[in-house]
């Protein structure tokens, strides 16, 4: 079987941590081509020589030559600036996570599919700012993109095999963030160590925060409505604190079909890792005694 060409966009952050995990569990059923991170260069450097990765990229130019002294006798390349990421994500690969945080994501996604590449998506404000325009470059590429947000890859799977006319509404979950307990008047005294201590989930702070401040659920709303092609009327929010269901789709017939696991975002990385099959996964199994 032939080695699969991967790269991580975003590979020192949690979303790439976790699929350098799944990855590295498997090294021969992967060849790793870029990895990029931002100022975490010992993280990079290490991943990238553990992984034997052709190339490591730091978005910030400045921070090249402390790339290059730690990957120094190591056949990996080191490379910087957007120049370099844009030019990495136009190398021939079959799969491509997309974990970089914000709009900066987007240019390297559309590069990738660009190329025919499966762009697994974590980065949703690629959606949210130009949905339009990455899913046309998807359909014109014959590329594929595979949601990574927990509840779109629940949603996803929840329709595996059926019709999106039947669809009557979608529920994606929310767990109400580090304060969904407090009273809102108290809220002013928060601190950045409690809006960072998320209750459930271990992610990286600025999705942290924007779990706190509902601010991402809203984002998760416009990344449902384009990538699923569902009116916004027919997507709800439900307040769910254990973390346990993470999406429900409701058809026409009454039917009420809900995604459940344990909050590991590996489920919904390894999901897009190995789709269209389904491999064991090291995640917690649930427990419904």
């Known amino acids: 079987m032939s080695r699969r060409r991967v790269s991580i966009f975003g590979a020192t952050g949690s979303i790439g941590q976790n699929t350098i995990d ?23 450097a290490k991943d990238a020589i553990r992984l034997n990765a052709k190339v490591a990229i730091t ?60 762009l697994a998506l974590a980065n949703k404000e690629s959606l949210v700012c130009a949905g339009e325009l990455i899913l046309k470059t998807a359909k014109d590429n014959n590329a594929r993109i595979l949601p990574v947000d927990s509840e779109h890859s629940a949603i996803f799977q929840g329709l595996v095999g059926e019709d999106i006319a039947a669809v009557e509404r979608i529920i994606i979950t929310a767990s109400g963030g580090a304060f969904r307990d407090w009273p809102i008047n108290e809220l002013v005294n928060a601190t950045l160590a409690q809006a960072s201590a998320h209750p459930n989930w271990d992610m ?41 269901i ?14 459940v696991g344990p909050p590991d ?20 199994r649930l427990d419904l005694a």
């Open 204 to 244: 990286g702070q600025r999705i942290t925060i924007d779990s706190a401040s509902m601010f991402n659920k809203a984002m998760e709303v416009i990344e449902t409505h384009e990538y699923f092609d569902i009116r916004a009327d027919q997507i709800e929010v439900l307040v769910h604190p254990e973390s346990m």
């Open 59 to 118: 978005a910030h130019d400045h921070l090249l030559s402390n790339l290059q002294e730690a990957l120094k006798g190591s056949p990996v390349k080191a490379a910087a600036g957007q120049a370099a990421l844009t030019e990495a994500a136009s190398r021939p690969v079959d799969w491509v996570m997309s974990a970089i945080i914000g709009s900066a994501g987007l240019q390297p996604g559309l590069k990738a599919l660009e190329q025919g590449a499966t």
């Open 265 to 284: 975002m590996r489920h919904a990385i390894g999901y897009a890792l190995h789709w269209p099959e389904r491999q064991a996964l090291p995640v917690e």
């Open 246 to 259: 993470h999406a429900l789709v409701g058809f026409n017939d009454g039917a009420l079909m809900a995604h």
């Open 22 to 44: 799944l990855i590295a569990r498997d090294p021969d059923r992967y060849e790793v081509v870029a990895l990029t991170g931002a100022s975490n260069i010992a993280l990079l």
